[in-house]
């Protein structure tokens, strides 16, 4: 059998590879996602960078060609049929700004000049759609176009030859039996050119061919990446697919070199080509996983002639996944090996005292069992349960002295309840004859102010009596409201009311003392309450907070409606709460007072019962409230009231 020590650590220690096994598998989870989570929103970010920096190349272009088509030497030089002017001034500008073409057209779009061809001209370019838009409505426009051999051997051959590529077969790409691609894919921007009153003259277009112009991708790579290396490898890479072959890039092949000619994954080119649709996951890229992100390139009548892509090399996140699932793994295999440890001493400190226990409890038992508790188990909980039956016999000696004991008490609590009643009873007694005695007084003082004697101090000896009379019916009625021996008078109030009737009791001595009272009231719940309690703790307090200021203090009564929180425990609303505060700016209260102050008959006042604030407690607590009070010796005092809203 196990001891009660081995069954605790053994269910400790389960407990804990258990929990320690949950968290680790949903630490991985959540770490996994985390990092493909931000990878994948890392790459969005910088598809977004991508397109900005092509879109910005595409209307360079555009800016270049509009501010050509400006220019009024194209102009004159288009109106007087000077070719050889025209041709000077866009050849110029084709080398300065490193355009691949730039032609003009006459109004019908057939080619007046070709800087770089001069002698092929006449043929018609309204098979471009960006030619056709800007003859129609005589605007600049830019986008990006597939071009054909035939075009770029107008041109330049050397375009061509820029253009050709080989298809190399690819990993994870669709098979396909085209062994080459001639066609180029370009930048292309048009402007019309037009005379003086606005008639259209012709119009100006220019391209540069994106196939092996790698500018655009490696400032994608500079701006985006900024160069970052990991293992020896680029972090990030940019590619331009004309179709799904890669015409522009910076992803590698093994041999180091630019993998142009290689064609995208098949999935990725289903998803963008076929469906239209952006891609923004892994993808195998040429020789390696990427995290990517791929969105179609049309031309400007909606075509999907290309794709714009970047990508982060998924190794490096891969690798910081690993060493985070590690370091978790080893964190975790750290706390259950303390975890044991702990156990181990946790629970041989809990069994040792239970044995000496079992030991004390033979001891102290002294009899014979009449009843005797079940013992299943030889562990220390079985020796406890032998111990106890032997601590029956002990327990039912001892029975008849304990309620001997226990009668005693009952008859001590009555014999004090019996004083309190007396108590109240006395002060009711004693508060007749004080009422007497003071109607007596104010009687004889009258008649002694009738006799007319001058010189007696019968006056001065009477008006001390009453004084003092009510000074003692004032003792009395504290009395009385201390003991509870007074009335409630529960009814549905307004707390907001109940401080301004407090305070219109004492106005006087508020405009007396020249304070400034300052009223902070928020809309209340009425509640169930005695207005006439609440009354005098209120004025008590306020009182109070008067005589501690002097002239030119601030008064300060501000109410609130606590809404009530959730009870997780019963499901629904707890009793909500009305607070009132009530401050002032007087001299405070001592700290080592504090304590004190609620206690009966406790004052500081050279006149004065002590049972205000006593009062005041107990009516509160008889309304199932509570009384706090936060003071700063010099800078004043606050109490706080609050009370639960009682619903009728």
């Avoid at 790409?173 to 921007?189: F, R």
């Avoid at 990991?230 to 004309?242: C, H, M, N, R, S």
């Avoid at 038992?365 to 909980?381: H, L, R, Y």
Wanted: a neutral charge.
């Amino acid at each position: 059998m196990f001891s009660l020590r081995t069954k605790v650590i053994i269910s400790l220690v389960i407990v804990v590879i258990i929990t320690g096994a949950i968290a680790t598998i949903i630490g991985v989870y959540l770490i996994g996602e985390g990092i493909v989570k931000q990878a994948q929103d890392k790459v969005r970010t910088d598809l977004n960078s991508a397109r900005e920096i092509y879109l910005h190349e595409l209307n360079n272009v555009k800016t270049i060609v509009r501010l050509t088509a400006e220019r009024f030497y194209i102009r004159d030089a288009l109106i007087k049929n000077d070719l050889e002017k025209l041709y000077s001034e866009t050849a110029a500008v084709r080398e300065r700004e490193e355009l691949d073409i730039l032609t003009v057209l006459d109004k019908d779009g057939r080619v007046i000049l070709r800087p770089r061809n001069p002698s092929l001209i006449g043929d018609d370019q309204t098979h471009s759609p960006i030619v056709r838009k800007v003859l129609t409505e005589k605007e600049s426009c830019a986008g990006t176009e597939i071009i054909t051999k035939e075009e770029m051997v107008k041109c330049s051959s050397s375009l061509v030859e820029q253009a050709y590529f080989r298809v190399i077969p690819t990993p994870h790409a669709k098979p396909t039996d085209k062994t080459e691609e001639t066609a180029g894919m370009v930048i292309k921007a048009a402007a019309p050119i037009l005379d003086y009153d606005g008639n259209l003259l012709g119009l100006l277009y220019g391209a540069n061919l994106i196939n092996r112009n790698y500018k655009i991708v490696d400032k994608i790579k500079e701006t985006v990446f900024q160069g970052q290396m990991y293992k020896g490898k680029e972090i990030g890479t940019a590619t331009i697919f004309q179709g799904d072959l890669r015409v522009s890039t910076n992803v590698k092949t093994k041999e180091g070199e630019r993998a142009i000619g290689t064609r995208i994954a098949a999935d990725v080119g289903e998803q963008v080509l076929v469906k239209c649709k952006p891609w923004i996951e892994r993808a195998f890229v040429v020789t390696d996983w990427y995290f990517t992100a791929y969105e179609p390139i049309r031309d400007l009548e909606g075509s999907i002639i290309g794709i714009l892509y970047v990508g982060i090399l998924e190794s490096k996140f891969t690798d910081k996944k690993k060493e985070t699932i590690w370091l978790l793994v080893t964190i975790t295999v750290i706390g259950i090996i303390i975890a044991f440890i702990v156990a181990y001493f946790l629970v041989k400190s809990i069994t040792s005292p239970l044995g000496r226990l079992v030991n004390t409890a033979h001891q102290l038992a002294k009899g014979d069992f009449n009843q005797a508790v079940g013992v299943n188990s030889e562990d220390e909980i079985g020796k406890l349960s032998k111990a106890f039956n032997f601590m029956i016999s002990s327990i039912k000696e001892r029975d008849e002295k304990l309620k001997q004991h226990t009668q005693e008490v009952v008859v001590r609590s009555e014999r004090l309840a019996m004083i309190g009643q007396l108590a109240a009873g006395v002060a009711h007694e004693i508060n007749n004859p004080l009422a007497g005695l003071r109607t007596y007084v104010k009687l004889l003082n009258k008649e002694i102010t009738d006799l007319g004697l001058p010189e007696s101090n019968f006056p001065k000896y009477l008006s001390l009596m009453e004084r003092e009379t009510i000074r003692c019916s004032e003792v009395v009625r504290n009395l009385l409201n201390f003991a509870r021996q007074t009335d409630s008078r529960p009814q549905l109030v307004d707390i907001n009311h109940i401080l301004n009737e407090a305070l219109s009791f004492i106005e006087h001595q508020i405009i007396m003392l020249d304070l400034k009272v300052e009223k902070n009231y928020s809309t209340l719940p009425q509640t169930i309450a005695d207005f006439s309690q609440l009354q005098q703790v209120f004025m008590n307090i306020v009182l109070n907070a008067c005589e501690s200021m002097s002239s030119k203090g601030t008064l300060s009564l501000s109410t609130r409606h606590l809404p009530a929180p959730l009870s997780l425990e019963r499901g629904e609303a707890e009793d909500n709460q009305i607070e009132v505060k009530i401050s002032d700016t007087g001299s405070g209260i001592a700290q080592e007072i504090l304590p004190h102050i609620f206690e009966p008959f406790f004052t500081t006042k050279k006149k004065g019962t002590g049972l205000g604030l006593s009062v005041a407690y107990g009516i509160i607590t008889q309304h199932k409230g509570t009384i706090e009070v936060d003071s700063v010796v010099g800078s004043g005092t606050a109490f706080i009231v609050k009370i639960p809203v009682q619903k009728p």
